[in-house]
């Protein structure tokens, strides 16, 4: 079983800074994907940042909304991917989720979601 534990949200205010981060667990052999989503109310879940964990070096993929405020990172040892996000904005407001893809050690393909963690931006 993989598990993912995000922390990091919070309420502030237009402009403001929040860091997200997520740390998986369990039995991983190897990680192929780590990134984040975000659900505002009465919307659908959008991928706004992935790191693409490829043999050549990692590829780190934005949502439009997001390029040149948020920054994706990862710890490969530690198992943690992170979210920094800066000049936040009202329309950021959503609930986060963490992905995470890869292999068990069963060899086996995963992907898991995290719980999702509260962010809000008020004017």
């Known amino acids: 079983q993989v598990q993912l534990v995000e922390s990091g949200g919070g309420n502030v205010q237009t402009g403001e800074s929040l860091r997200l981060s997520c740390v998986a667990s369990g039995k991983i052999h190897s990680v192929t994907s780590m990134g984040w989503y975000r659900q505002a109310p009465g919307e659908q879940r959008e991928p706004i940042a992935i790191i693409r964990v490829q043999p050549r070096g990692d590829v780190a993929i934005y949502a439009d909304s997001v390029k040149g405020r948020f920054t994706i990172s990862r710890d490969d040892v530690k198992k943690t991917v992170s979210l920094q996000m800066g000049d936040l904005k009202p329309e950021d407001t959503a609930v986060y989720y963490c992905?995470?893809?890869?292999?068990?050690?069963?060899?086996?393909?995963?992907?898991?979601w995290g719980r999702g963690t509260q962010v809000t931006v008020s004017s």
């Open positions: 992905n995470v893809g890869g292999f068990d050690t069963d060899y086996q393909p995963f992907g898991r």
